[in-house]
């Protein structure tokens, strides 16, 4: 069985830097053919490039003997922005590659070099500032201290993180009231 075992999480960088984008592939044979996906779109299947020239020459896929994939982008555009991901198929005779695995490794954010303290990476988040200011939302801080709340999808953030404690707490009371000695 085919695993692609990564950590999904956004990776923000800055326009002219590079893009390295890794995870690991476990249980794959001569008859798989690894593919990079942008967007869902493929750029790379194998060895073949999908992508027009000047991308290609940016684009470095590689992988160790330990099954460690990796997709390096030299001088990142603006236009590298996105989600990339790594699927794997298996060659078939006469029909078409069925694919067997799937995931999406990360979410490249791309930024202009004078934006650097409007990006911010925190906690496997990713923040950007809203173009329109809310003066009654207090300012927690810069890149030394915890995001401003006016941060692009940080409300979203605190809710996925209250829903999953409150998932936490409502399994753990199941668990505790299942276990619980009865008393007679």
């Not at 950590?7 to 044979?29: A, H, M, W």
């Not at 940016?58 to 030299?74: A, C, E, Q």
Request: glycine residues 4%; aromatic residues 10%.
């Amino acid at each position: 069985m085919v695993m692609i075992i990564a950590d999904f999480k956004p990776q923000c960088v800055f326009s002219g830097s590079d893009i390295l984008v890794t995870c690991r592939v476990e249980g794959i044979k001569d008859k798989h053919v690894v593919s990079w996906f942008k967007d869902g779109q493929e750029i790379i299947r194998g060895e073949d490039m999908l992508v027009d020239d000047y991308t290609s020459k940016r684009m470095f896929p590689t992988v160790d003997t330990d099954g460690k994939y990796s997709l390096k982008i030299k001088n990142a555009k603006i236009t590298d922005e996105g989600t990339y991901s790594l699927r794997v198929y298996e060659k078939r005779c006469s029909r078409s590659p069925k694919q067997i695995a799937q995931a999406d490794i990360v979410f490249v954010n791309v930024r202009k070099s004078d934006e650097q303290l409007k990006c911010r990476i925190v906690d496997k988040a990713l923040y950007r500032p809203r173009s329109v200011q809310r003066p009654e939302a207090p300012d927690l801080g810069t890149r030394s201290g915890p995001p401003s709340l006016e941060a692009s999808g940080i409300y979203s953030f605190f809710r996925y993180i209250l829903m999953s404690v409150f998932s936490l707490w409502t399994w753990l009371r199941a668990l505790i009231s299942s276990k619980a000695p009865v008393s007679k």
